[in-house]
């Protein structure tokens, strides 16, 4: 059987965010191996550099390797700085059997977690969604989210004022009640759910502004020297990560353990735990919760998987 080659389109429409995160869901419940990602540094001599990390993951079926290059030079040359492939083989034979998209799987896969979580973590009735960012995986997560709960209103905050413009023309252009906001304050009070989904290296919610009852979802700090919340975030609030990989990895979790803020003993669940009902999600409509991912393989499989399957049925 050939290889197939799945590009960006046809990967993107094999993975609807209903059947997406139910795929998360099965995979979590059902597990399967994941090493600890490599990241090597690649720097030929003609360029500035390129930091290469591989994530593997299998489970008896399947096997596969997802390769994510990140080159902040191709900026200057008109490039995108990030590049990702996904391939997918068989597991008893090693045959490859495809070749799929790793943008889009990374993109969809990310908010698609999110909006896992937020089915045990945001309250039933949470309507009003504020999204900080405005870049890829920002433009995703509120069609994620209302695949898990009804929001009928989405509030916008970015960097640059342009990139929110835009992307709260096309939720307005899909029937979507939203709209830009400048006063980032007065926004995060009034939202249900928060998510922040920046490149921030230092806090841009304060948890002072989170009201009693919201769910606070960060994707964006995947590495120790980034962050998108104070110290004051995680006062209170009852902290959930999506892998346990997530304490040792992201600024917004290092930074108030190290200051004594909570200890990894305090986390409630992992997603796998959740997905399993071993560990509680939300207790009462006053609990403030807050999820903290960095990403897993176990993610991409399912993701892979999923297209895979969705063009061979």
């Given at each position: 059987?050939?290889m197939?080659?799945?590009?960006?389109?046809?990967?993107?429409?094999?993975?609807?965010f209903?059947?997406?995160?139910?795929?998360?869901?099965?995979m979590?419940?059902?597990?399967?191996?994941?090493p600890?990602?490599?990241?090597?540094?690649?720097?030929?001599?003609?360029?500035?550099?390129?930091?290469?990390?591989?994530?593997?993951a299998?489970?008896?079926?399947?096997?596969?390797?997802k390769?994510?290059?990140?080159?902040?030079?191709?900026?200057?040359?008109?490039?995108a700085g990030?590049?990702?492939?996904?391939?997918?083989h068989?597991?008893a034979?090693?045959?490859p059997?495809?070749?799929?998209d790793?943008?889009?799987?990374?993109?969809?896969?990310?908010a698609?977690?999110?909006?896992?979580?937020?089915?045990w973590?945001?309250r039933?009735?949470?309507r009003h969604l504020?999204v900080?960012?405005?870049?890829?995986?920002?433009r995703?997560?509120?069609?994620?989210?209302?695949a898990?709960?009804?929001i009928?209103?989405?509030?916008?905050w970015?960097r640059?004022?342009?990139?929110?413009t835009a992307?709260?023309?096309?939720?307005?252009?899909?029937?979507?009640?939203?709209?830009?906001?400048?006063?980032?304050a007065?926004?995060v009070?009034a939202?249900?759910?928060?998510?922040?989904?920046?490149?921030a290296?230092?806090?841009?919610?304060?948890g002072?502004?989170?009201?009693?009852g919201?769910?606070?979802?960060?994707?964006g700090?995947?590495t120790?020297?980034?962050?998108?919340?104070?110290?004051?975030?995680?006062?209170g609030?009852?902290?959930?990560v999506?892998?346990?990989?997530a304490?040792q990895?992201?600024?917004?979790?290092?930074?108030?353990m190290?200051?004594?803020v909570?200890?990894?003993?305090d986390v409630?669940?992992t997603l796998?735990?959740l997905?399993a009902?071993?560990?509680?999600?939300?207790?009462?409509?006053?609990?403030?919760?807050?999820?903290?991912?960095v990403?897993?393989a176990?993610?991409?499989?399912?993701?892979?998987v999923?297209?895979?399957?969705?063009?061979r049925?």
């Amino acid at each position: 059987m050939a290889m197939l080659n799945i590009d960006a389109l046809t990967t993107r429409q094999a993975l609807p965010f209903p059947v997406l995160i139910e795929a998360l869901r099965r995979m979590f419940a059902a597990g399967c191996e994941v090493p600890r990602r490599h990241v090597h540094e690649v720097a030929p001599p003609e360029a500035a550099g390129v930091s290469s990390l591989i994530m593997p993951a299998w489970n008896a079926r399947y096997y596969g390797v997802k390769i994510v290059n990140i080159a902040p030079g191709n900026a200057a040359r008109g490039l995108a700085g990030l590049h990702a492939s996904y391939l997918l083989h068989d597991a008893a034979t090693g045959v490859p059997l495809a070749l799929v998209d790793g943008n889009e799987i990374t993109a969809r896969r990310t908010a698609a977690a999110s909006a896992l979580a937020a089915s045990w973590l945001a309250r039933e009735d949470a309507r009003h969604l504020l999204v900080l960012g405005a870049g890829k995986v920002a433009r995703l997560l509120p069609e994620a989210y209302r695949a898990v709960r009804a929001i009928d209103r989405v509030t916008v905050w970015a960097r640059s004022p342009a990139q929110a413009t835009a992307l709260v023309g096309e939720l307005c252009n899909a029937g979507i009640d939203a709209a830009v906001t400048a006063d980032l304050a007065a926004s995060v009070a009034a939202a249900d759910i928060v998510s922040c989904a920046t490149l921030a290296t230092s806090p841009v919610v304060l948890g002072q502004w989170l009201a009693a009852g919201s769910h606070l979802d960060l994707i964006g700090s995947f590495t120790p020297a980034m962050r998108e919340t104070d110290d004051a975030c995680f006062v209170g609030a009852s902290i959930f990560v999506d892998t346990e990989e997530a304490l040792q990895k992201s600024g917004d979790l290092l930074g108030p353990m190290a200051r004594g803020v909570f200890e990894a003993a305090d986390v409630k669940a992992t997603l796998a735990e959740l997905v399993a009902g071993t560990k509680q999600g939300r207790r009462a409509p006053t609990e403030r919760t807050v999820f903290k991912s960095v990403g897993t393989a176990l993610e991409d499989l399912a993701a892979a998987v999923l297209v895979y399957e969705s063009l061979r049925a």
